[in-house]
C-alpha cells in the first residue's frame, strides 16, 4: 500500500447533494487508470502530484505500484505529498516505496535536470483550486519549463476546477512582477482546468521555451464548465490545510486577499475562509452593511472568534488569541456566489469600520501581488464601492474571455448554462 499518503478514510463529504441532472464525472487519472496506464508501460516517467491524486478511492500511486508500472521520480508541491505541511514551509526531499520523492517547494521549485536524467516522460496530477495565487500552477509551469529544457513530452491528467469553468473574476497580474504567488497574467479566479491551463501557457507564450513542448492531456469525462464541486460526483479530499472542504474552496479566491492584511481571514479556527474581521470592530455594522448589498448566493452573521495555534494548519495565525469581531459568511446558494467580488465587498467594510489610524496598518506587503493590480487598494482607501472596484477589471477580464477560448477542452451542453 501507499504508506506515504494519509489515509483515505481522512476523506470528507460535502453535505449539499449534486444535482441530479449531472452526470458523474471521470477524471483524467481515471481514465488512465482504465486503460490500465498503457500510455506509460516502457517508459520511465516522473510524476508531479501530491495527495489528492486519487482514483476511486485509491491514490494514484498505488494504482501503478500494483499495475507494475511505477514512477521513476515524484515532485511534489507546496505542502508536500501528504499535503500536511502548513502554507510557506519549506519540505526536503525524500523517498516513497523506494521511489525517490523530489519536493519543489525547499531549495529548488524547479526540477533539476539531473532529476529528469532518462525521464521519457512528466505526468502531472494534482487537483487545483483554481486560483492564480494558489501555488500549484505555479508549480506545473516550472517542471513544463524544465520539462522543455529536456525535450521531454508533458502529460497532464485532467480534473475539475472547483469554482468551474464559467466563473472568471479579477484583475490580471500585468505590471506588477511575476511572483511563485501570481506568476501568470490571468485574473485572480480564471476558469480553468490545469489542462487547459498548461495548453494556454504554452500557447500564449506566458513562460519562456515551451514552443516546442509536446503538452498531452487526458481529458475528463462528463464535466461541463457550469459544474462547481458539489455537481461533479467527485469527493472532495481537503487539498491544503487550510482548504478543508469545498465552501472553503469557493470562498478563498476572495477572502484569501485578506491573508495580506491585519484582518483574519479565519485562519486558526475551524472555518478558514469562512471567517473575517478584526479586533474591536463593529460585527453588527459590519454584518448590516454586507447583507444590504445583496450578494448573490451569500449571506453574513456577525460573529466573534478567536484564532488559535493550530500546528499543521496555522501555528501562528494572525490576530492568535484575541477575540475578533467580525462575520461568518454563509453560503445561500453556491452556485450563484461571485467569490472575488464578495472578497472585495469584505475588505472594503472591514477597512471602512477602522479608525483612521488603524487604516494606516490595513494593508500589508503582497496586497497588491495577490489582488495583482494596485489599483484596489487605491480604490478602497479613495472609498469607492465594490461595485466601482468590480468595474475596473470589466475591460481585461472580457480580454482574457477572447484569449482562453482558444485553449478551452470542455463545454456546456446547451440545455444547461450558468
Keep these: ?67 507494475q508500472v511505477p514512477p521513476a521520480v515524484v515532485f511534489t508541491p507546496e505542502h508536500g505529498l501528504k499535503g500536511t505541511a502548513e502554507d510557506g514551509i519549506h519540505i526536503g526531499n525524500g523517498t516513497c516505496d523506494g521511489i525517490p520523492v523530489r519536493s519543489l517547494y525547499g531549495s529548488a521549485k524547479k526540477p533539476k535536470q539531473e532529476d529528469l536524467k532518462d525521464i521519457d516522460l512528466v505526468v502531472f496530477d494534482i487537483q487545483d483550486v483554481g486560483v492564480r495565487f494558489y501555488t500549484y500552477i505555479s508549480t506545473m509551469g516550472l517542471v513544463m519549463e524544465a520539462a522543455a529544457e ?35 497574467p490571468i485574473p485572480i479566479a480564471h476558469g480553468m482546468t490545469v489542462g487547459e491551463m498548461a495548453l494556454m501557457i504554452k500557447g500564449a507564450g506566458m513562460l519562456p521555451g515551451l514552443a516546442q513542448l509536446e503538452i498531452i492531456v487526458v481529458r475528463m469525462e462528463g464535466w461541463q464548465r457550469w459544474m462547481r464541486w458539489p455537481d461533479t460526483g467527485l469527493t472532495w479530499l481537503p487539498t491544503s490545510p487550510n482548504i478543508p472542504d469545498f465552501e472553503s474552496a469557493l470562498l478563498y479566491p476572495g477572502i484569501g486577499l485578506l491573508e495580506a492584511t491585519n484582518a483574519s481571514e479565519g485562519r486558526g479556527t475551524d472555518r478558514p475562509f469562512r471567517l473575517a474581521g478584526i479586533p474591536g470592530l463593529d460585527r453588527a455594522a459590519v454584518a448590516k452593511k454586507l447583507n444590504r448589498q445583496e450578494l448573490a448566493g451569500i449571506h453574513f452573521d456577525p460573529v466573534q472568534f478567536t484564532p488559535l495555534s493550530l500546528p499543521g494548519k496555522s501555528s501562528l495565525p494572525k490576530q492568535m488569541n484575541k477575540a475578533v469581531s467580525g462575520v461568518e459568511l454563509v453560503i445561500d446558494d453556491y452556485l450563484a456566489v461571485q467569490p472575488v467580488e464578495v472578497g472585495i465587498a469584505v475588505v472594503s467594510e472591514l477597512y471602512d ?31 469607492k464601492s465594490p461595485e466601482e472596484i468590480t468595474q475596473l477589471w470589466a475591460e481585461e477580464i472580457a480580454d482574457f474571455l477572447q484569449l482562453r477560448k482558444n485553449y478551452l477542452l470542455y463545454e456546456d451542453e446547451p440545455t444547461r448554462q450558468i
Excluded at 482514483?55 to 494504482?63: A, F
Excluded at 505590471?175 to 501570481?182: G, I, V, Y
Excluded at 483612521?356 to 489582488?371: C, I, L, P, S, Y
Aim: charged share 20%; proline share 5%; glycine share 10%.
Design 150 to 184: 529536456k525535450g521531454i513530452p508533458f502529460m497532464v491528467l485532467d480534473r475539475p476546477n472547483p469554482l468551474g469553468g464559467n466563473y472568471v473574476a479579477g484583475f490580471i497580474r500585468k505590471e506588477l512582477p511575476a511572483t511563485f504567488t501570481s506568476f501568470y
Design 1 to 67: 500500500m501507499f504508506r506515504c499518503v494519509i489515509a483515505i478514510t481522512f476523506l470528507i463529504f460535502l453535505g449539499a447533494p449534486s444535482l441530479s441532472f449531472a452526470a458523474p464525472v471521470r477524471t483524467g487519472a481515471q481514465i488512465l487508470a482504465g486503460e490500465d496506464f498503457s500510455p506509460l508501460r516502457g517508459k520511465r516517467f516522473a510524476l508531479v502530484t501530491n495527495h489528492t491524486a486519487v482514483v476511486d478511492g485509491i491514490h494514484l500511486m498505488d494504482l501503478m505500484i500494483k499495475a
Design 353 to 383: 469600520g477602522l479608525s483612521t489610524a488603524e487604516r494606516k496598518t490595513f494593508f500589508r506587503q503582497g496586497f497588491e501581488d495577490m489582488v495583482g493590480s494596485g489599483l484596489a487598494r487605491q480604490a478602497v482607501e479613495e472609498g
